[in-house]
């Protein structure tokens, strides 16, 4: 099935748009593509007869119990599951794929959902993966909101030989949702989360489970006292537990070559208060303010004091934010 309009705002991208996976992104996606106009229909489908129930009533057209169902007919299908589910999801939909059809997904993974999806497209349908740097610690299918991918990055990871009609379409979509595009390889991909994203998280978990041990010493201090750094690791150490499971299963050689560089650096961070070596610690925390100068300035997130905390609603796998102000426009 062709879609008859064409980019750039003239009408709808798509026709019928089939989200498998039914949470807070898919739910987002549906919910800004209905708001901007860029597909008829929204076919669904998740495995639970609760969820299909909420997207029936919030953001569905139509709602399917399999997901080859939600497939058929497609002009772009968009696999929104945990990075684990991808390749049984990808084998589920391939025989109701229509040739011409796009598949796109939305993992924060990319070379293991190349991997696990690419092997089940069959010939004449396009596969473009992808990953919007949005999110909030929020899951399921009523925390998705049409704002959600606004200004934010939505990488996609084309393969070679990729249609470049196909992509052009894609990034259409994307950017009609109000996100800014970029392309980059798989590996690339993976490395690149791994810094800003995968391991952050994973010391925020850390950190939250050591507060919860010494919570049990002294009773509610931590709670009670937190300051704005751990309340933020809380927030993030509050994310999907399927999600976040699947993004280290996955991303495993990333994750650990860069927690390995985070283990030496704060292994010399601890030598150096050992040593009272305080211009060794001044000329580090020198450097990691210009990096913030440099994120702010790059307009990925805000100067305001105590954290950005009052325009800071929604977070997104612990990348910066680009959040506004009230008043302020980005
Ligand atoms: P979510 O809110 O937890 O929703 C996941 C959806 O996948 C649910 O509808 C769930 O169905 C469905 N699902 C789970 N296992 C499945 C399976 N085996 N087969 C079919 N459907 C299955 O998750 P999300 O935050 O939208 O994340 C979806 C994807 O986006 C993940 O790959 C994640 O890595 C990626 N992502 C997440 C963020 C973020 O910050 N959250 C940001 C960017 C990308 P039920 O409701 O029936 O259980």
């Known amino acids: 099935m062709a879609a008859d309009a064409g980019q750039g705002g003239a ?8 989200l498998i996976g039914l949470g807070l992104i898919a739910s987002s996606m549906a919910h800004a593509m209905r708001a901007a106009g860029l597909c008829r229909h929204i076919a669904g489908h998740a495995p639970s007869a609760a969820t299909r129930a909420v997207a029936r009533e919030l953001f569905c057209d139509s ?33 109701a794929l229509t040739p011409g059809a ?17 092997p089940h497209v069959p010939p004449g349908v396009h596969f473009i993966p992808g990953h919007p740097i949005a999110g909030t610690e929020h899951s399921g299918p009523r925390s998705g909101f049409a704002t959600l991918f606004r ?15 196909a992509l052009a379409r894609l990034r259409a979509l994307c950017e009609g949702m109000g996100a800014n595009v970029d392309a980059m390889d798989p590996a690339h991909h993976d490395l690149v989360l791994a810094v800003t994203s995968h391991v952050p998280h994973l010391i925020a978990y850390t950190m939250v489970g050591v507060a919860d041990d010494l919570r049990r010493v002294t009773d509610s201090e931590v709670i009670r006292y937190s300051a704005a750094g751990f309340r933020d690791f809380t927030r993030i150490a509050a ?23 985070f283990t030496e650096e704060l292994f010399a961070l601890q030598r150096a208060i050992r040593l009272g070596d305080g211009p060794h610690l001044h000329a580090y925390f020198t450097r990691t303010r ?16 105590d954290f950005g905390r009052a325009a800071a609603a929604a977070g997104g796998e612990g990348v910066p934010q680009a959040v506004a102000l009230p008043g302020q426009r980005r």
């Open 11 to 18: 009408g709808p991208l798509y026709g019928r748009v089939a």
């Open 63 to 95: 709602v399917h119990d399999t997901a080859a169902g939600a497939a058929a007919g497609a002009d772009l299908v968009v696999l929104a599951v945990p990075v684990g589910a991808m390749g049984a999801v990808a084998a589920a939909i391939a025989p």
């Open 102 to 118: 796009t598949v796109t997904d939305v993992g924060s993974v990319k070379q293991a959902v190349v991997a696990a999806v690419a």
């Open 151 to 165: 200004n934010r990055w939505w990488l996609l990871t084309p393969l070679p030989g990729t249609d470049p009609a």
């Open 239 to 261: 994310s999907d537990p399927v999600m976040w499971r699947d993004v280290f299963l996955t991303n495993k050689d990333a994750t650990l070559d860069i927690l390995g560089r």
């Open 290 to 305: 210009a990096i913030r100068r440099g994120i702010i300035e790059a307009g990925q997130d805000t100067a305001a004091p």
